[in-house]
């Protein structure tokens, strides 16, 4: 069980993530076909369940947090997108904020973390572009399937940013996992030179 501080954090992260889909929805028809809200709604299910209790390995935060970096970093540029609107910045900006700062602050189970991880964290991309080329959804016009050049170009970009950003948490959960048992290794050469 989480101690009530984290509670209530993960909760307001799902909050955010939450809000964010619902606005969006208030806004578009198809809401449900683009990459932002599914995310979102998927961090607003996930951080309930977080806020509950702490997974034994940071697979599932990791796996969010590049999520949401794709999700944050890839609008901007391949969208043309603005942030003017509520629903775009809690969902592009805020929530990915939040849930990195739910991986790197909160969580304490790095020392879990293993090198295929990053690897695995492609699976709900790659899930959700299968569907976007078979169902012809068309939400984004930098993912193109009818221009195989710039459509094979762009979703290199994305996998790398996908597989930069996951590689990039594994060093980072290492390094804390290992600050994080140091304390312990510390206090347990203590409590042997005393018994000496």
Partial sequence: ??????????????????????????????????????????????????????????????????????????????QNGNLTQTWSLLEHVVTPALVVADFLLVGRNHHQMRWWYPLSWLAPPAAYLAWYVGGDLGVYAALDPARPSSFTLHVAVLVGLVLGCGFALYREGLRRGRALEAPVRIGEAVSLDRGR
């Avoid at 806004?27 to 961090?43: F, G, I, K, P």
């Avoid at 369940?49 to 999520?67: K, S, Y």
């Fill in 1 to 78: 069980m989480n101690s009530w501080p984290v509670v209530l954090w993960r909760l307001v992260v799902a909050g955010c993530a939450a809000a964010g889909v619902v606005l969006a929805a208030r806004e578009y028809d198809v809401w449900w076909t683009a990459l932002s809200q599914l995310a979102n709604l998927t961090v607003a299910v996930a951080f309930l369940g977080l806020a509950v209790a702490e997974p034994r390995t940071p697979w599932l935060r990791g796996g969010l947090v590049t999520l949401m970096l794709l999700v944050g970093l890839a609008y901007l540029p391949m």
